[in-house]
């Protein structure tokens, strides 16, 4: 799992300011989402889940924000670090199509010091 | 717990032979997930398994590859023959159902085919 894309979209942030990632999903019947953080060389790392029944989740640092009418998905981290230099991956999933996750493609996150 | 453990990390083969990845979920765990994962296509999932049983093995690429499961603590993918297009990481997830339905992934096998 190390660098799963040259071609990766890629958000550049200053240490300490605030990051959004952004996922745009594509099916309205996707009750589950996930953010995923995989570093170079590791698996992904599970960081926050939302169901569809909310619109906002809060966990140490990191905010997930979901939108149904646009299916649109964010991942705030608040006072990024470089320990979040990563990919992140959105996932959904269709509950009555069984347990599978779809993945969407990533997003490069680079933090300057 | 000691997470889903997988092995071998790396596995550097020629064309033509047989590949062996396999996989440990994490104890309890009644759902077991193969991915492969690629500059170009990024994650796809392969197969997965719900108490030993496939499932869904509609992402495997071809008859050459196949997955078994044959007790809850084990897990093994099978690529033969392997090819260089098969070259990429593979990764295995485990999840408990009820729970959540977070899937938690292992650290996956870097193959590379010659």
């Known amino acids: 799992g190390e660098s799963v894309g040259l071609h990766l979209p890629t958000l550049s942030v200053q240490e300490g300011d605030n990051s959004i990632i952004n996922c745009a999903y594509s099916n309205s019947a996707s009750d589950y989402f996930i953010w995923y953080k995989q570093e170079s060389g590791k698996g992904p790392q599970f960081i926050i889940d939302i169901r569809s029944n909310m619109d906002k989740r809060q966990g140490q640092r990191v905010t997930v924000l979901l939108n149904k009418t646009v299916k649109h998905l964010s991942l705030q981290i608040a006072a990024t670090q470089p320990g979040d230099s990563a990919v992140y991956f959105c996932?959904?999933?269709?509950?009555?199509?069984?347990?599978?996750?779809?993945f969407g493609g990533g997003t490069r996150l680079m933090v300057k010091p | 717990d000691a997470g889903v453990i997988q092995s071998p990390r790396h596995e550097v083969t020629e064309m033509g032979q047989e590949v062996t990845l396999r996989c440990k979920p994490i104890s309890g765990h009644d759902y077991l997930f193969w991915y492969r994962q690629t500059m170009m296509r990024g994650l796809e999932l392969l197969i997965y398994f719900n108490n030993n049983v496939p499932i869904d093995d509609s992402g495997m690429p071809e008859d050459r590859f196949s997955a078994k499961m044959p007790n809850a603590s084990f897990s093994t993918l099978k690529i033969q023959p392997s090819e260089p297009r098969d070259s990429a990481v593979y990764f295995c997830a485990s999840r408990e159902l009820g729970v959540t339905d977070t899937q938690y992934f292992g650290p996956g096998t870097r193959l590379t085919v010659l």
């Open positions: 996932a959904e999933r269709v509950w009555d199509a069984g347990n599978m996750l779809t």
